[in-house]
């Protein structure tokens, strides 16, 4: 298999996770806009600058992979216009969709979506791949990324049923832990302020919010099954939403237990010596609505263990839990 090429589009911290644990079973490339990060420069990746947003770059440096993996998007953090967000997120996954049907030795590929694509408001029961598109049921901030997502599922999907012969498909992620995480997420801020002592500030207006979330060495996995079942099957049709999974842990938590959780696991962990405390920000804005996690909404996951033989994912108060005790062997190396 390591024969086989796998190409992974957009070199962040999902594109560069994903680089270093595929790379043990296929022969990995990957490609972005930008010089490929120091983080796998020591892992003998190959690497190629290419704009997705431009269809005969993409299909002239991609034209020899197996599967390709779209991992590029323009998140909460980094839209610095809505043209970007359409050239990157829209523009960006239809060229490589194109770039897919049109080239004979892609079997296939898979996007990275996420669970967003529900909304995180007014929620309620199992949340299976066909449980709608609601991306107004999202804060006003974060509209043009639910939307940006929902698209993208929709043009993968499109293309899942244009074309027999090949998959598209997309899994539906939740937020994702891990050691490396970027501080603008609220788990990886509220880590990172835990082990330095401070207090840990959720906004009052949406403490009570719950997440989906899912650990890397989940995703990691998980790709490398629906890679295994693109090159080794043939194309049929599963469920009504085909070849679209949810990959997040079923129950989720609020942010204020998120941050509770993580203040127990530093105490923990640090034998006491490390004390971080709650500290409630409140802007005077309205409270978001937490029914949601009221109504005990709950991610449906048995497609993905029913078509690609993933059992059971870890929970996220034990990947924290992990994620700390890691952080903390590396500050008693560095003091040490």
């Given at each position: 298999?390591?024969?086989?090429?796998i190409a992974?589009?957009g070199?962040?911290?999902l594109?560069t996770?994903?680089?270093k644990?595929?790379?043990?079973?296929?022969?990995?490339t990957?490609f972005?806009v930008?010089?490929?990060p120091k983080l796998?420069q020591?892992?003998n990746i190959?690497?190629?600058i290419?704009?997705?947003?431009?269809?005969?770059?993409?299909?002239e440096s991609?034209?020899?992979?197996?599967?390709?993996?779209?991992?590029v998007a323009?998140?909460?953090?980094?839209?610095?216009?809505?043209?970007?967000?359409?050239?990157?997120?829209?523009?960006?996954?239809q060229?490589?969709?194109?770039t897919?049907?049109k080239?004979?030795?892609?079997?296939?590929?898979?996007?990275?979506?996420s669970w967003h694509v529900y909304?995180?408001?007014?929620i309620?029961g199992?949340?299976n791949e066909?449980?709608g598109?609601?991306?107004?049921?999202?804060?006003?901030?974060a509209?043009?990324?639910?939307?940006?997502k929902?698209?993208?599922?929709?043009?993968?999907r499109?293309?899942?049923?244009?074309?027999?012969?090949?998959i598209?498909g997309?899994f539906?992620l939740g937020?994702?832990?891990d050691y490396?995480m970027?501080?603008?997420t609220?788990a990886?801020?509220f880590?990172?302020k835990a082990?330095?002592g401070?207090?840990i500030?959720?906004?009052k207006h949406?403490?009570?919010?719950?997440m989906?979330?899912v650990s890397?060495?989940d995703?990691?996995?998980?790709?490398?099954s629906?890679?295994?079942?693109?090159l080794?099957?043939?194309?049929?049709n599963?469920a009504?939403v085909d070849?679209?999974f949810?990959?997040a842990?079923?129950?989720?938590v609020?942010?204020?237990?998120?941050?509770?959780?993580?203040?127990d696991?530093?105490k923990?962990?640090?034998?006491?010596?490390?004390?971080?405390?709650?500290?409630?920000?409140?802007?005077?804005i309205?409270?978001?609505?937490?029914?949601?996690?009221?109504?005990?909404?709950q991610?449906?996951?048995?497609k993905?263990k029913?078509?690609?033989?993933i059992?059971s994912?870890?929970?996220p108060?034990?990947?924290?839990?992990?994620i700390?005790r890691?952080?903390?062997?590396?500050m008693?190396e560095?003091n040490?």
């Amino acid at each position: 298999m390591k024969s086989t090429k796998i190409a992974i589009v957009g070199c962040g911290f999902l594109g560069t996770s994903l680089a270093k644990y595929l790379k043990d079973f296929f022969s990995v490339t990957t490609f972005d806009v930008f010089p490929q990060p120091k983080l796998l420069q020591n892992y003998n990746i190959e690497h190629e600058i290419c704009d997705i947003t431009n269809f005969i770059q993409l299909q002239e440096s991609i034209n020899t992979t197996s599967v390709i993996i779209h991992t590029v998007a323009t998140n909460l953090a980094n839209i610095p216009s809505n043209s970007l967000a359409y050239d990157v997120n829209i523009k960006g996954i239809q060229n490589v969709c194109e770039t897919v049907s049109k080239n004979e030795s892609i079997r296939g590929m898979i996007l990275c979506s996420s669970w967003h694509v529900y909304g995180d408001q007014d929620i309620s029961g199992d949340i299976n791949e066909d449980y709608g598109y609601r991306p107004d049921k999202v804060e006003e901030r974060a509209k043009i990324y639910a939307l940006s997502k929902v698209i993208q599922d929709c043009i993968v999907r499109f293309f899942d049923k244009k074309q027999d012969e090949k998959i598209f498909g997309a899994f539906r992620l939740g937020t994702i832990l891990d050691y490396n995480m970027r501080n603008d997420t609220a788990a990886g801020k509220f880590i990172t302020k835990a082990l330095a002592g401070d207090d840990i500030t959720p906004y009052k207006h949406s403490m009570n919010k719950p997440m989906f979330f899912v650990s890397m060495n989940d995703v990691c996995k998980s790709f490398k099954s629906f890679i295994d079942y693109i090159l080794t099957k043939e194309k049929k049709n599963i469920a009504d939403v085909d070849h679209i999974f949810n990959l997040a842990y079923p129950t989720p938590v609020k942010i204020i237990d998120l941050a509770n959780s993580i203040i127990d696991s530093v105490k923990k962990n640090s034998n006491g010596k490390i004390l971080p405390k709650l500290s409630i920000v409140d802007l005077g804005i309205e409270e978001t609505d937490s029914q949601i996690y009221e109504k005990s909404a709950q991610i449906d996951i048995s497609k993905i263990k029913e078509c690609l033989n993933i059992s059971s994912l870890t929970k996220p108060e034990d990947v924290v839990d992990q994620i700390i005790r890691s952080r903390l062997d590396k500050m008693d190396e560095s003091n040490g």
